[in-house]
């Protein structure tokens, strides 16, 4: 029986994080709660998620009035790699077999396909940027946020 392999909520949260500032944001700084409406996430964990992003320099932030969250580099320059790995650490610490320091390693297991399973994930990460993922939400029709209104 062949399971779907997963990327943990983090990262899917972090990829919806940052394709939302990249495909709603015009380039400009976005408030964590709008990023956290549009994609039905908790806005308490979608900050702490945000911080590890600004650590790993893929996002940039402002406090006070104004503020919020924008991109550190384009679009076409941030890979879903850096995405993953900014919230999870290097892939081939999150891509492990059931050997790699477990109790019950076996020398008859083929724990070597972890790592190349890892290289192979990394190489179509790395390839698929977040302007790619905002490419792809237009070509599929998936809405843009409305800009915001002003009021006189």
């Known amino acids: 029986m062949l399971r779907a392999v997963r990327l943990s909520l983090q990262v899917q949260y972090a990829i919806c ?8 944001g015009g380039g400009g700084l976005v408030r964590i709660q709008e990023i956290s409406e549009r994609q039905a996430i908790p806005t308490r964990y979608l900050e702490q998620i945000f911080q590890r992003l ?20 384009e679009p076409g320059a941030i890979s879903l790699r850096e ?3 900014a919230v999870e ?7 492990r077999g059931p050997g790699d320091g477990a109790a ?6 083929p724990d ?3 790592s190349a399973l890892a290289a192979r994930l990394g190489r ?9 993922l905002c ?8 809405e843009r946020a409305e800009g915001p209104m002003y009021f006189i």
């Open 89 to 95: 650490g290097s892939l081939e610490s999150a891509l």
């Open 124 to 132: 179509a990460l790395e390839e698929l940027s977040v302007e790619d």
């Open 17 to 24: 994080g940052v394709f939302d500032l990249a495909y709603n």
């Open 83 to 85: 995405v993953l790995e």
């Open 54 to 73: 600004r650590r790993a320099a893929l996002v940039t932030s402002k406090r006070g009035p104004g503020g919020g969250y924008g991109l550190a580099r």
């Open 104 to 109: 019950g390693a076996s020398a008859f297991r």
């Open 135 to 142: 490419r792809e939400a237009a070509a599929a029709g998936v």
């Open 112 to 114: 070597f396909v972890w």
